[in-house]
């Protein structure tokens, strides 16, 4: 739910005040993909704030939330009960339309899991090869190319703890700092950075990560920029080093959605920075 909102306060949406049914029996609303959110405040405090935000990409928005206003309805029976008891004043909904082929990119960024690229031994002095898994479907369909990304920081010296002499209350002694506290770093959790997202529409999926992997190291050039010169320069290490760590992600969507939508600006708003090489 973190992950919905955040997207839906990065379009700076307004919220609309529930007043009746026929909000949602409304034909913009009724056949609808959309992500929704539904929000209240209180007699004491006008700030309206989150009470559910949701991707509807299998249910029309407008069914969607006609489920969250019926008292009959689980979802529906917390919110009524909430204003016929005033804890909230008003009840309020806000949503952006979405394509199918959109709803399938953010189901790949929040469902689907990263799978790690293994790459081979090096061959010819200093070249290593990236090893595809098997099971990447002959679909069209979406998928993204990120990169492994480890942070270090140096940490705050760390001190000895020692009984301080008269008089020296207050200040550091530098002898009592462990000789290694200036080299201590940080290691942060790995997180997984995306730089690329790809659209498989004339070829399949297997296809076209085929020659984002398999081909650069056979026809690699300096002069190639974008997510292939990225992928080759990083087949190229130093005796000892280890390349960066690559991983994929994919979802299969009919090939006959994938040009709808802002897919790139989708999944950037998602994530919340810039892919890098998708230009």
Not at 135 to 145: D, E, Q, V
Request: include cysteine; glycine fraction near 6%; proline fraction near 5%.
């Amino acid at each position: 739910m973190q992950n919905i909102v955040q997207i839906l306060e990065s379009v700076q949406l307004k919220w609309e005040l529930f007043q009746s049914w026929t909000d949602f029996s409304r034909l913009h609303l009724s056949n609808k993909l959309a992500i929704f959110g539904i929000g209240y405040n209180t007699r004491w405090k006008e700030d309206i704030r989150y009470h559910y935000a949701e991707i509807s990409s299998q249910v029309p928005l407008g069914k969607r939330l006609r489920e969250y206003f019926n008292s009959e309805k689980p979802e529906g029976r917390i919110i009524m009960t909430r204003v016929q008891k005033m804890n909230w004043k008003n009840v309020y909904y806000k949503f952006l339309e979405i394509t199918i082929s959109e709803a399938r990119c953010l189901e790949l960024h929040m469902e689907i899991d990263w799978i790690p690229i293994a790459h081979s031994k090096p061959t010819g002095g200093n070249v290593v090869q990236y090893l595809l898994p098997g099971g990447i479907p002959k679909s069209p369909g979406l998928y993204a190319i990120g990169y492994e990304e480890c942070i270090e920081r140096p940490l705050s010296p760390h001190m000895e703890q020692r009984s301080l002499d008269p008089g020296k209350e207050g200040r550091v002694d530098l002898e009592t700092l462990s000789p290694q506290a200036s080299l201590q770093v940080e290691i942060e959790p790995t997180r997984i950075i995306y730089c690329y997202l790809g659209i498989a529409e004339v070829r399949t999926l297997q296809q076209c990560l085929f020659l984002h992997f398999q081909a650069n190291t056979k026809t690699f050039s300096k002069d190639w920029v974008g997510i292939n010169g990225f992928l080759s320069q990083n087949c190229i290490v130093d005796p000892g080093v280890s390349p960066k760590s690559i991983y994929i992600k994919f979802v299969e969507v009919e090939r006959d959605f994938l040009s709808a939508g802002s897919l790139v600006e989708c999944l950037e708003k998602a994530i919340g920075y810039p892919l890098k090489f998708n230009n």
